[in-house]
């Protein structure tokens, strides 16, 4: 539940998912 915790604490840092730069992983597909 932890990494879960971080990847939704990462979307909040970037905002919006669509802001999330190239290269990084993406925590929406991966759910």
């Known amino acids: 539940?932890?990494?879960w915790?971080?990847?939704d604490?990462?979307?909040h840092a970037y905002g919006?998912?669509?802001n999330?730069?190239?290269?990084a992983f993406r925590p929406e597909?991966?759910?």
């Open 1 to 3: 539940d932890i990494l």
């Open 9 to 11: 604490a990462l979307q």
């Open 16 to 18: 919006e998912p669509g």
């Open 29 to 31: 597909p991966a759910r």
């Open 20 to 23: 999330i730069p190239p290269g």
């Open 5 to 7: 915790a971080m990847l």
